[in-house]
């Protein structure tokens, strides 16, 4: 499994506008073949800071959505809204310590 994290800096003024396309796509995203899991956090200080953790069954099925007609549109409504540079990184969780 793959975890995916993108962090993602807007314009203050178009936070609503991610936020109301998050929205309308979050299922089809969760639901692309490949993805088992899908969160959207936001930063508890800076308001117009987000990020999505994603679990993927593989880097070949992320490249998959990477590359979908999905994916193409909701990044590129997405990206005309940063007011930074987003940072994207895959990980493979290594432990879970238990209580």
């Not at 993108?6 to 314009?11: E, I, K, L």
Request: proline residues 3%.
């Amino acid at each position: 499994m793959l975890i995916r994290v993108v962090r993602m800096t807007f314009q203050e003024d178009k936070v609503e506008a991610f936020l109301e396309n998050f929205e309308s796509h979050k299922k089809s995203i969760r639901k692309f073949p490949g993805c088992r899991h899908l969160e959207l956090w936001r930063d508890e200080n800076k308001k117009n800071i987000f990020m999505t953790y994603s679990h993927w069954e593989s880097e070949s099925a992320l490249n998959q959505y990477r590359d979908s007609e999905l994916f193409k549109s909701v990044w590129t409504f997405t990206k005309s809204l940063f007011s930074d540079k987003p940072v994207a990184f895959s990980s493979k969780k290594l432990q879970e310590v238990p209580e």
